[in-house]
Nanobody, 123 residues
Framework: QVQLVEAGGGLVQAGGSLRLSCTAS????????MGWFRQAPGKEREFVAAISAETGIYTHYADSVKGRFAISRDNAKDTVYLRMNSLKPEDTAVYFC???????????????WGQGTQVTVSS
């Protein structure tokens, strides 16, 4: 099983940037598709970005973050990243990373989840 730990969240002003990381302990991430999801208070969890397994040649982004966020992976470090630029207050949420067997924007396709990291964007 894959154990995932997110890091890099924090408080940032609108227009600023953050880089989130998701690191696996134990089992390597190389063979897993990876996704980022977020959940704001009182809201449902929503898809943010996904990257395919191995070299990560395929990526998906939610329309709300396309052009601002970038997902990448470093299999040698068992880590996936989410670079977030031009942050907006509506990006405020707990961000979760997830690992699964298939490349997908659907949360149910992922079977390993991290604990989440808080991102707060102020005006």
């Amino acid at each position: 099983q894959v154990q995932l730990v997110e890091a890099g969240g924090g408080l940032v002003q609108a227009g600023g940037s953050l880089r989130l990381s998701c690191t696996a302990s134990g089992r390597t991430l190389r063979s897993h598709a990876m996704g980022w999801f977020r959940q704001a208070p009182g809201k449902e969890r929503e898809f943010v970005a996904a990257i395919s397994a191995e070299t990560g040649i395929y990526t998906h982004y939610a329309d709300s973050v396309k052009g601002r966020f970038a997902i990448s992976r470093d299999n040698a470090k068992d880590t996936v990243y989410l670079r977030m630029n031009s942050l907006k207050p509506e990006d405020t949420a707990v961000y979760f990373c997830a690992a699964g067997p298939t490349f997908s924007k659907i949360a149910d396709r992922y079977n390993n989840w991290g604990q989440g990291t808080q991102v707060t964007v102020s005006s």
